[in-house]
């Protein structure tokens, strides 16, 4: 394996997480006797130029074709999509001879907003059915993966955007300095890209080893991003910490030509990151540790549960989840079944634990005791949908950053300590 991002051959290993299928793979009921492929999922560590990253064993192809994450099922990523856009429409200027393009735009969830807000947009989706939806709720999209190829064509066909956004994409492509280079294609000489991705500082520090996923190449800190934009002549100028996905990075990028001055922010990040040793390899080693801790305490709580003869069932059926329940070893003993506001997945079952997966009502039919929330990073959304189920006395459980009960008596979130006397926090 060599580094895809400066072809060193000097990668060590961070975490070696076992082999599982891919996470989106949700099997119908006629593949629950069918043989089901999985994959190594192994961290790794470039200690020339410090890119944490996976070997390439499945392609986007093979994911994004057909996806089961429709965006739009997060009441609280629609809200952050759209402040976004409203946010980036006074930071830029953009108006309606503006044009905007976002990579990987999932069905619509963010460019609805530029819609509605008069600005010229395109999104560019891979996978059919989500495009679809996107089409369907008014939002021109092309089905296309982005590559130089399909990014000059785009370019040729409308004209140089003003901003590109790549909000969680710039993970999940295993050709990444082609892929940058694509990005610099869709923009002006003077425009703008915005990219959003998951902040390996809070993956070390805060053990959150389940957004490890084969979908996902590589993990981003500001150091790291910094040398991938550059190998396509482009600058981050400023960056913000934000609270999705358990802790990400807004990275503002223009071309290197213009010699744009970046924020103090840059340089403040980058010191966090200094003093959490990630700029040196030797500061990659917490996270195996912390990882075990989180399996340990989950293990120990739902065998406890069970002992206790309670009925646990889950809440979402996210990617992250299946990197958990199956690094876990968590069947349907443990975890009877979960649930998803997503109907593409009703009556599928977990790649590899095969759980099943039902429609959101069925907690309130069956009463379980417990509900455990895969979907963590959602903490504040999520609880103000479920605190209904303390009218039966249930309890609401979240696994990371630290096993953790919530306060279901109010509207605050307060967390609890579990059995095991430790606490933790949600999404930040």
């Known amino acids: 394996m060599l580094c895809r991002l400066c072809d060193s051959e000097r990668l060590t290993s961070v975490l070696d997480l076992g082999a599982t299928p891919p996470c989106e ?59 976004f856009v409203a946010q980036a429409i006074e930071r830029l200027d953009l108006t309606a001879q503006s044009f905007v393009v976002e990579v990987a735009s999932n069905d619509g969830y963010l460019l609805r907003h530029a819609v509605a807000a008069g600005i010229p947009c395109l999104g560019v989706e891979p996978s059919v059915n989500v495009g679809d939806a996107a089409r369907a709720a008014g939002v021109p999209t092309e089905t296309t993966f982005l590559d130089e190829d399909s990014a000059a064509k785009i370019r040729a066909a409308h004209r140089p955007a003003d901003l590109v956004v790549a909000n969680n994409v710039y993970a999940h492509v ?48 500001v150091h790291s991003a910094q040398r991938a934009l550059a190998t396509a002549g482009l600058s981050v100028i400023d960056v913000e910490l934000l609270d999705t996905h358990g802790g990400s990075l807004r990275l503002w990028a223009r071309p290197t030509a213009l010699g744009a001055t970046p924020t103090g922010r840059v340089a403040d990040v980058l010191r966090l990151e200094r003093d959490a040793d990630l700029h040196q390899a030797d500061g990659y080693t917490q996270l195996r540790p912390r990882t075990e801790a989180v399996r340990h305490d989950l293990l120990r709580f739902l065998l406890d549960q069970r002992a206790a003869g309670k009925r646990v069932v889950g809440y979402g059926a996210p990617g992250k989840g299946n990197t958990l329940l199956n690094y876990c070893g968590i069947r349907t003993d443990l975890l009877e079944y979960t649930v998803d506001r997503n109907p593409y997945k009703h009556g599928r079952f977990t790649p590899g634990t095969r759980i099943p997966i039902h429609a ?42 630290a096993l953790h009960r919530a306060d279901l008596t109010s509207h605050n979130e307060v967390n609890s300590a579990t059995h095991s006397g430790k606490t933790g926090r949600g999404a930040r």
């Open 360 to 401: 959101p009502d069925r907690i309130e039919l069956d009463r379980p005791d417990v509900v455990l929330v895969l979907p963590w990073n959602l903490e504040t959304e999520i609880t103000a949908q479920l605190r209904h189920i303390a009218s039966w006395g249930a309890e609401l459980v979240y696994p990371l950053p």
């Open 174 to 221: 295993p050709d990444l300095r082609g892929f940058t280079r694509s990005l610099r294609e869709l923009m002006a000489d003077d425009g703008w890209l915005s990219i959003e991705v998951h902040h390996a500082l809070n993956l070390l520090r805060l053990g959150q080893f389940d957004t490890i996923y084969h979908e996902h190449f590589q993990y981003y800190t």
């Open 25 to 83: 793979k949700f099997l119908a009921p006629d593949e629950l006797d069918l043989p089901e492929p999985t994959y190594p999922l192994h961290l790794r560590l470039c200690t020339d130029c410090l890119l944490l990253q996976i070997p390439a064993l499945i392609t986007p192809a093979e994911t994004f074709t057909e996806y089961a994450y429709f965006s739009s099922y997060s009441d609280s990523w629609v809200r952050h999509a759209q402040t």
